[in-house]
């Protein structure tokens, strides 16, 4: 499982024309990646890299403050450019398999109290953001 973590002051995901995720207050937008063989370990440590990550204004955690998460899904996190122009998706999960782990993730960040806003999955989403300091990092579990 790979994330990519932003710190942000506001994010939101339109689907269609329509608002399905927002967080509109500073906190963390992870863009989620899931491969073949990631289960609940992957899930739980990424899960916890991001709820206890000291990224936010004064080295606190999104736990430590309350910050809400927006978990967006993101198969191309996977992508093997390594080869000619055309990158190959290969490494992603496919739907049936992804769909259910990220579908963790989010619960497990629930779990542990955070507030938590979503993505459609497989849907051509538009993720807009206010990316603060900036501060992005890549988790790899």
Do not use: C
């Not at 932003?6 to 994010?11: E, H, K």
């Not at 063989?37 to 309350?66: M, T, Y």
């Not at 998460?69 to 996190?77: A, I, N, R």
């Amino acid at each position: 499982m790979r994330a990519v973590v932003q710190r942000v002051t506001r994010a939101s995901v339109t689907v269609d024309g329509e608002v399905v995720g927002v967080i509109d207050k500073p906190g963390l937008l992870a863009l989620v990646g899931v491969t073949h063989d990631d289960g609940p370990d992957q899930v739980e440590k990424i899960a916890k890299k991001i709820a206890d990550l000291r990224i936010l204004r004064d080295e606190k955690s999104a736990l430590d403050v309350g910050a809400p998460v927006l978990v967006v899904s993101q198969f191309t996190l996977y992508a093997d450019t390594r080869k000619g122009r055309r990158p190959t998706w290969n490494a992603a999960a496919p739907g049936p398999v992804a769909e259910p782990m990220v579908e963790a993730l989010v619960e497990a960040l629930r779990a542990r109290g955070l507030t938590v806003g979503t993505g459609a999955f497989g849907a051509d989403m538009a993720v807009e953001l206010v990316n603060d300091g900036p501060v992005t990092l890549i988790l790899e579990a």
